[in-house]
Nanobody
Framework: QVQLVESGGGLVQPGGSLTLSCAAS????????MDWFRQAPGKQRELVAS???????FYADSVKGRFTISRDNAKKMVYLQMSSLKTEDTAVYYC????????WGQGTQVTVSS
């Protein structure tokens, strides 16, 4: 059974930092590219960051320079370090594992508010 479980969300003030984690099980983790998506209320889900099997990364323009994606293949974990958070970063953040098929986590809420 494949599971992706996100954690680390919460309430943070503008300018603050937060690190999200995603624990994967039931897949050959190193063979999957791993992505973080987010969905704000009333908006479409959007790709935030992606890390390929061999470690190359991609960032949406809106988070470039503020967010860092990383992975630990031995632990089957992917992380999203978020800094200089803005109110517009408020969303539910989802982890996705992609190969021939895709698997999604249940999401974790990030709220940036003073």
């Amino acid at each position: 059974q494949v599971q992706l479980v996100e954690s680390g969300g919460g309430l943070v003030q503008p300018g603050g930092s937060l690190t999200l984690s995603c624990a994967a099980s039931g897949i050959s983790f190193s063979l999957y590219h791993m992505d973080w998506f987010r969905q704000a209320p009333g908006k479409q889900r959007e790709l935030v960051a992606s890390i390929a099997e061999k470690g190359s990364t991609f960032y949406a323009d809106s988070v470039k320079g503020r967010f860092t994606i990383s992975r630990d293949n031995a632990k089957k974990m992917v992380y999203l370090q978020m800094s200089s958070l803005k109110t517009e970063d408020t969303a539910v953040y989802y982890c996705r594992a992609g190969n021939v098929v895709e698997y999604w986590g249940q999401g974790t809420q990030v709220t940036v508010s003073s």
